[in-house]
């Protein structure tokens, strides 16, 4: 028998009550990834076609899965919330394969391996039922049933329906199973509600199979590997651990952290061999870093590439864009909306640049704003220049051709061109294009009048005096009679 034989259950209808927030907490993301794809996309891999049972904010579910695209994804309503046995129990008209996957929606840390150790578990002993349990040595960690075995017997039961004397159980259920559909179709219809909170539960249907002689296997993963998410607090120790979990792959693969606790890093990233990433670094998905980089302080890098032996300096912001070898960016530079940065270039301190392309070894070190600019090789962008490139209504294009000088403190008003090696002077305003090595000065003439200064200050002063009120004065104090 092969995978293709299986059917997936993701549930995610439940109504996240202990987040304590708005929304469900299945749209909230650990690592970049929004907590109901980490299954889904598991079992998408897997190929197994899967069915996600939704009913607490069930649009923002389906929305936050359907982004992604996956193929064999199908949604089922669960009306009325009456536990994980009723959501499994309205999807029996859906079932179509010999065995029935069932996870949790709010499990992002289970790895790929847990699952297929448990598929091969149950199909190769022909069980009828088989599931992930752990050991949970943490009285504090609240929430999982818990796996009661007694000879060949093995029953689960919620924490909330022990004895007080069975709380110390650390042998918990995973809330990961699979079901032989010929045995789920008998015992789906036998399920009841609990005495205490009136749901069903789906762990009722391995007390079942123990009462009836059906066979029950079970496969063992660590801990940290099926803890599922039920609070902000839950999902801060979840994203701690995978992030650990990131960072170590890196490491093992030539990357230095220099500081591994302080640093965010999401799925969905790639780094080159050689590379150092330094404290307070933000990494986000869709990011690739080439090789030999150097990525200094609490920069954030969103959505871009970042070819071999680049420099990140300090403070900086990289947002969808492109940066080409041996390029230097900041300290406290921002890049947003592809901008793409040419060989050896310098894009540097409290310079903003976006949709703007710099060619190779072209330098804009200091104070400027470069937006719909195409800035050619060799070009260097003074401190103070800026493209005016809005008008209120659209926005127009700057190119500055290679071997361009632009002076600083200029205002280049688009659309404009400026040539190949022309110059700008200091503190113009250029309106005009200006042709291949042409010279270009927008400015008042300076005038100049020896010892004026001192003039100039005795002026200041006696239009001071002359408009500063006296000092009220003062009546003297009456004598209390």
């Given at each position: 028998?092969?995978k293709?034989?299986?059917?997936?259950?993701?549930?995610?209808a439940?109504?996240?009550s202990?987040?304590?927030?708005?929304?469900?907490?299945?749209?909230?993301?650990?690592?970049?990834?929004?907590?109901?794809?980490?299954?889904?996309?598991?079992?998408?891999?897997?190929?197994?076609?899967?069915?996600?049972v939704?009913?607490?904010?069930?649009?923002?579910?389906?929305?936050v899965?359907?982004?992604?695209?996956?193929?064999?994804?199908?949604f089922?309503?669960?009306?009325?919330?009456?536990?994980?046995?009723?959501?499994?129990?309205?999807?029996?008209?859906?079932?179509?394969?010999?065995?029935i996957?069932?996870?949790?929606?709010?499990?992002?840390?289970?790895?790929?391996?847990?699952?297929?150790?448990?598929i091969?578990?149950h199909?190769?002993?022909?069980?009828?039922i088989?599931?992930?349990?752990?050991?949970?040595?943490?009285?504090?960690?609240?929430?999982?049933?818990?796996?009661?075995?007694?000879g060949?017997?093995?029953?689960?039961?919620?924490?909330?329906?022990?004895?007080?004397?069975?709380?110390?159980i650390?042998?918990?259920?995973a809330?990961?199973?699979?079901?032989?559909?010929?045995?789920?179709?008998?015992?789906?219809?036998?399920?009841?509600?609990?005495?205490?909170?009136?749901e069903?539960?789906?762990?009722?249907l391995i007390?079942?199979?123990?009462?009836?002689?059906?066979?029950v296997?079970?496969?063992?993963?660590?801990?940290d590997?099926?803890r599922?998410?039920?609070?902000?607090?839950?999902?801060w120790?979840?994203?701690?651990?995978?992030?650990?979990?990131?960072?170590a792959?890196?490491?093992?693969?030539?990357?230095?952290?220099?500081?591994?606790?302080?640093?965010?890093?999401?799925?969905?990233?790639?780094?080159?061999?050689g590379?150092?990433?330094?404290?307070?670094?933000?990494?986000?998905?869709?990011?690739?870093?080439g090789?030999?980089?150097?990525?200094?302080?609490?920069?954030?890098?969103t959505?871009?590439?970042?070819?071999?032996?680049?420099?990140?300096?300090?403070?900086?912001?990289?947002?969808?864009?492109h940066i080409?070898?041996?390029?230097?960016?900041?300290?406290?530079?921002?890049?947003?909306?592809q901008?793409?940065?040419?060989?050896?270039?310098h894009v540097g301190?409290?310079?903003?640049a976006?949709?703007?392309?710099f060619?190779?070894?072209?330098?804009?070190?200091?104070?400027?704003?470069?937006?719909n600019?195409d800035?050619?090789?060799q070009?260097?962008?003074?401190?103070?220049?800026?493209?005016a490139?809005?008008?209120g209504?659209s926005?127009?294009?700057?190119?500055?051709?290679?071997?361009?000088?632009?002076?600083a403190?200029n205002?280049?008003?688009?659309?404009?061109?400026?040539?190949?090696?022309?110059?700008?002077?200091?503190g113009?305003?250029?309106?005009?294009?200006?042709?291949?090595?042409?010279?270009?000065?927008?400015?008042?003439?300076?005038i100049?009048?020896?010892d004026?200064?001192?003039q100039?200050?005795?002026?200041?002063?006696?239009?001071?005096?002359?408009?500063?009120?006296s000092?009220p004065i003062k009546?003297?104090?009456?004598?209390?009679?």
């Amino acid at each position: 028998m092969t995978k293709q034989t299986i059917q997936g259950i993701v549930l995610a209808a439940g109504k996240s009550s202990r987040f304590k927030t708005d929304g469900t907490k299945l749209q909230y993301t650990l690592c970049g990834q929004e907590m109901i794809m980490f299954p889904v996309k598991l079992l998408n891999q897997l190929t197994i076609p899967t069915s996600i049972v939704i009913g607490h904010k069930k649009e923002l579910v389906m929305s936050v899965v359907n982004a992604y695209n996956l193929p064999n994804i199908s949604f089922i309503e669960q009306k009325e919330q009456k536990g994980t046995g009723h959501a499994l129990k309205i999807t029996q008209s859906s079932w179509n394969s010999d065995h029935i996957l069932v996870m949790n929606g709010d499990m992002p840390l289970v790895s790929i391996d847990i699952v297929e150790q448990l598929i091969d578990t149950h199909l190769s002993l022909s069980a009828d039922i088989s599931f992930v349990k752990a050991h949970n040595q943490d009285p504090m960690i609240k929430g999982y049933g818990r796996v009661i075995k007694k000879g060949s017997s093995v029953t689960i039961k919620e924490e909330r329906d022990l004895p007080a004397d069975a709380l110390d159980i650390c042998c918990v259920n995973a809330g990961i199973y699979i079901f032989k559909r010929s045995f789920l179709d008998i015992a789906i219809n036998h399920l009841t509600s609990s005495s205490v909170t009136g749901e069903w539960y789906i762990t009722d249907l391995i007390n079942f199979a123990n009462a009836h002689k059906y066979s029950v296997e079970t496969v063992d993963a660590p801990f940290d590997k099926i803890r599922g998410v039920n609070t902000l607090k839950e999902l801060w120790e979840a994203e701690y651990i995978k992030r650990a979990e990131l960072i170590a792959h890196w490491m093992n693969n030539g990357v230095q952290f220099s500081a591994a606790p302080h640093i965010q890093i999401d799925i969905d990233v790639t780094i080159g061999s050689g590379s150092l990433i330094g404290p307070g670094m933000i990494i986000k998905k869709g990011t690739s870093i080439g090789h030999n980089c150097r990525l200094e302080a609490y920069s954030t890098i969103t959505a871009s590439t970042i070819g071999d032996n680049v420099i990140i300096l300090p403070y900086s912001v990289i947002n969808e864009s492109h940066i080409e070898a041996h390029a230097t960016i900041g300290p406290m530079a921002h890049l947003r909306g592809q901008v793409h940065v040419g060989e050896y270039s310098h894009v540097g301190s409290f310079v903003e640049a976006t949709k703007t392309t710099f060619g190779a070894h072209s330098k804009a070190k200091h104070l400027a704003y470069l937006g719909n600019a195409d800035i050619g090789s060799q070009v260097n962008i003074g401190a103070g220049v800026i493209t005016a490139n809005y008008n209120g209504v659209s926005k127009s294009k700057t190119t500055i051709k290679d071997g361009a000088h632009i002076g600083a403190l200029n205002a280049l008003i688009a659309p404009i061109t400026i040539g190949e090696n022309a110059i700008t002077a200091a503190g113009s305003t250029i309106t005009d294009s200006i042709a291949d090595n042409g010279f270009a000065i927008a400015r008042t003439y300076q005038i100049t009048k020896n010892d004026y200064a001192t003039q100039l200050r005795a002026k200041f002063t006696a239009e001071k005096e002359q408009t500063t009120p006296s000092a009220p004065i003062k009546p003297a104090p009456t004598e209390a009679l």
